[in-house]
């Protein structure tokens, strides 16, 4: 069993940034891919971005390419999502899952979930 913790959300202005970060408990993170997804009331789940076990691919959603950036440290179990130019539509829960799965857009093929951290995005 894998263990997901988010931290690093809040409220922050239109423009301004925020770094997530995910800690992994156990000794097996680096078996895993990482990635992130959020919601937003009355929207599907969708995805954000994820990054393969080794760190060698990453993958992002249209929405957030060229704003958002993901990495992973395995030494340290964490995955981060650097979130910068942040917009409005950005307001959401977001959580990070471990998959040991290929396809990494599918929220269905993750196994762990974390809780949630809610980012908010003032206008």
């Known amino acids: 069993q894998v263990q997901l913790v988010e931290s690093g959300g809040g409220l922050v202005q239109a423009g301004g940034s925020l770094r997530l970060s995910c800690a992994a408990s156990g000794r097996t993170f680096s078996s895993y891919a990482m990635g992130w997804f959020r919601q937003a009331p009355g929207k599907e789940r969708e995805f954000v971005a994820a990054?393969?076990?080794?760190?060698?691919?990453?993958y992002y959603a249209r929405s957030v390419k060229g704003r958002f950036t993901i990495s992973r440290d395995n030494a340290k179990n964490t995955v981060y999502l650097q979130m910068g130019s942040l917009k409005p539509e950005d307001t959401a829960g977001y959580y990070c899952a471990a998959t040991s799965d290929y396809r990494l857009e599918l929220a269905g093929r993750y196994d762990y979930w974390g809780q949630g951290t809610q980012v908010t995005v003032s206008s």
């Open positions: 990054i393969s076990r080794s760190g060698d691919s990453v």
